[in-house]
């Protein structure tokens, strides 16, 4: 199924990013979180990319399940909207609530700084990458892409972590914010909507492989990056999550996409449940995500003949 352009929204629209930036502009307590985040995100995620030492080596995550999704460049903008969620997500929060939206701005801010230095831990041990990833293609975001990321640091997807966080964080912050009687199931939807297509997106452009999701998932699960318990129920929701997933093409192309899917879902949710299996044998998410990085063919090889 091809990619679709993000719909238009009040969450994603030019008025909310302007006033993230207008508020970043204006609010000094909120500019140094911001700036520190965006800071971070630089010196943690994309300067390494470029500056590599002597001896460099990565990963190839390819599998033969990424093979059964097609390159398709009609998802890039998909793909690259992802930022704009977040900024869109943070700024109509003030549209919204105004001032009182401060408190639940920064500690989103402070959260998704917190998704990159635990993601970090793994990426300076371990890098990773998707081999079978096409060079530049002759338009504007494919060259944005390949101009800002050399397709390292894959597993465990920051995209996933941001696209599920962002539509957790932000329910719970409409949940605190809201007075009684206020609906914002709709805004909801949208949020866990567009972070269903950003994650299949990231499989369509080939920027990850499957792999990089359940690891997203786990890695987030484990933090207390939202300022709230972790419990077995949100375990179940992230499979859950997994379970929506590509599901619209199956919807207009039943039969080989049906088949398709199943298997995609299959493997990610088992090797959910792997992951979280070795995390309760007491070792820490780091160290459980690196093992499985480091053994990958022989860990994705038993996922796969237990799938039959």
């Not at 204006?26 to 390494?48: E, V």
């Not at 990426?123 to 892409?145: H, K, M, N």
Request: aromatic residues 10%; positive net charge; hydrophobic residues 40%.
């Amino acid at each position: 199924m091809p990619g679709r352009k993000p719909p238009d929204h009040p969450i994603t629209s030019a008025a909310s990013v302007l006033r993230l930036y207008w508020i970043v502009f204006r609010n000094p307590r909120f500019r140094r979180r911001y700036l520190r985040l965006i800071g971070n995100i630089f010196r943690i995620y994309f300067k390494p990319q470029f500056f590599r030492r002597r001896g460099h080596t990565r990963i190839p995550l390819d599998m033969e399940l990424d093979g059964l999704v097609p390159f398709d460049p009609t998802w890039l903008p998909c793909y690259l909207g992802f930022v704009r969620l977040w900024v869109g997500s943070l700024g109509w929060l003030h549209v919204r609530f105004g001032d009182r939206a401060l408190p639940e701005m920064e500690a989103f801010v402070a959260g998704l700084e917190t998704l990159f230095l635990e993601a970090h831990k793994i990426f300076s041990q371990r890098d990773s990458t998707v081999a079978s990833r096409p060079g530049p293609l002759p338009s504007l975001e494919s060259l944005i892409i390949h101009l800002s990321d050399r397709n390292s640091f894959c597993f465990p997807s920051l995209h996933v972590m941001i696209a599920r966080y962002n539509a957790r964080r932000i329910g719970a912050s409409l949940d605190r914010l809201g007075g009684p009687g206020e609906d914002f199931s709709a805004e909801k939807a949208f949020l866990e909507e567009r972070a269903l297509r950003i994650v299949e997106s990231i499989i369509h452009v080939k920027q990850h492989s499957l792999s990089d999701i359940p690891a997203g998932l786990f890695l987030l699960h484990t933090l207390s990056a939202e300022g709230e318990a972790r419990n077995g129920d949100e375990a179940e929701d992230d499979l859950r999550f997994l379970e929506r997933l590509f599901l619209e093409a199956e919807k207009t192309e039943p039969g080989a996409d049906g088949e398709r899917g199943r298997k995609l879902r299959s493997f990610m949710g088992a090797m959910y449940r792997r992951l979280h299996h070795a995390h309760r044998s007491g070792r820490n998410p780091h160290a459980v995500l690196l093992d499985f990085l480091g053994n990958y063919r022989e860990e994705v090889g038993i996922l796969l003949k237990n799938l039959g």
